[in-house]
T-cell receptor
Framework: LAKTTQPISMDSYEGQEVNITCSHN???????ITWYQQFPSQGPRFIIQ???TKVTNEVASLFIPADRKSSTLSLPRVSLSDTAVYYC????????????FGTGTKLQVIP | NAGVTQTPKFQVLKTGQSMTLQCAQD?????MYWYRQDPGMGLRLIYY???????DKGEVPNGYNVSRLNKREFSLRLESAAPSQTSVYFC???????????FGEGSWLTVV
């Protein structure tokens, strides 16, 4: 399982775009990149997943460069309700595996 | 669709007592996980069951045991609770691979 590295914390003002970058230098050919969001007192929930280039859904965008050694989660125009911990995971496309979450990035949105 | 169900939601134990946290999923998932999360910290993997009939240690297995009772159920047992095991415990499941991981609502455990 590829090891991931992401900033411990970030602050942002409401209405700004927030970009959280994750490094995964040892990513394998069949690995996918997935981001999860965790609000206080809740379990993490899926936000977005991608393999390469750009993926967008109603919540966020995920940018993955050609070498796939990093990825950037982009949250457009954040609000106070986006205050949460964001985790980056790398997982094989198939098989069953050990899944560790790491420390994640704590995003604090400021009014 | 209930998803991942954990019981109990809250529990207070005395040091040395034992207890079992129950987890069940109704999504026919192959893999199940137990994590703990201390205040202000990330999730740490205790044990996991990649598929029915198998269990393996995670990052912090000491003081815990698990049982994959069947494909639906994965329980976590504290044989002799210690104050250091005060934490929030999350059970999770997934079909496997890159599929979405679903979490339960958490179990708040305090050991006094």
């Amino acid at each position: 399982l590829a090891k991931t590295t992401q900033p411990i914390s970030m602050d942002s003002y409401e209405g700004q775009e927030v970009n959280i970058t994750c490094s995964h230098n040892n990513i394998a050919t069949n690995d996918y990149i997935t981001w999860y969001q965790q609000f206080p007192s809740q379990g993490p929930r899926f936000i977005i997943q991608g393999y390469k280039t750009k993926v967008t859904n109603e919540v966020a965008s995920l940018f993955i460069p050609a070498d796939r050694k990093s990825s950037t989660l982009s949250l457009p125009r954040v609000s106070l309700s986006d205050t949460a911990v964001y985790y980056c995971l790398v997982a094989h496309s198939g098989g069953y595996q050990k899944v560790t979450f790491g420390t994640g990035t704590k995003l604090q949105v400021i009014p | 669709n209930a998803g991942v169900t954990q019981t109990p939601k809250f529990q207070v134990l005395k040091t040395g007592q034992s207890m079992t946290l129950q987890c069940a999923q109704d999504m026919n998932h192959n893999s199940m996980y137990w994590y703990r999360q201390d205040p202000g910290m990330g999730l740490r993997l205790i044990y996991y069951s990649a598929s029915e009939g198998t269990t393996d240690k995670g990052e912090v297995p000491n003081g815990y045991n698990v049982s994959r009772l069947n494909k639906r159920e994965f329980s976590l047992r504290l044989e002799s609770a210690a104050p250091s095991q005060t934490s929030v415990y999350f059970c999770a499941s997934t079909r496997g691979g890159r599929n979405t991981i679903y979490f339960g609502e958490g179990s708040w455990l305090t050991v006094v």
